[in-house]
């Protein structure tokens, strides 16, 4: 249990913040969900009630052109997501600049 959550920002993760309780942070590979468990209740003291995990792939991408004009492919890191649902009434403060911003 020694690694760092990240919270995603984007729209979908700040919606699911907002409107379902659920908040998505990006986890290591070698993550499971009783770590991120108990890392997200002693981190921002809220009670966990579910946890769902996503590996996701890397996408192909081109990455750099030789003299000759031809590309060579590439491919980004593999991650994972994980999807943490806290109990009703409970939040957790990830997007509090973002709402402070349009109050």
């Given amino acids: 249990m020694s690694f760092v959550l990240y919270p995603r920002a984007t729209e979908k993760a700040y919606a699911h913040a907002t409107n379902l309780n659920t908040y998505v942070f990006n986890v290591p590979l070698t993550a499971n969900k009783i770590e991120v468990k108990k890392l997200v209740e002693s981190q921002y003291d809220v ?57």
Avoid: H, L
């Fill in 47 to 103: 009670k966990v009630e579910t946890v769902n995990m996503v590996r996701m792939a890397g996408k192909a991408v081109n990455r750099a052109v030789n003299n000759r004009g031809t590309r060579t492919r590439g491919k980004r890191n593999d991650f994972k997501k994980a999807y943490v649902v806290v109990a009703k009434g409970q939040t957790i403060p990830v997007f509090a600049a973002v709402e402070e911003e349009t109050k």
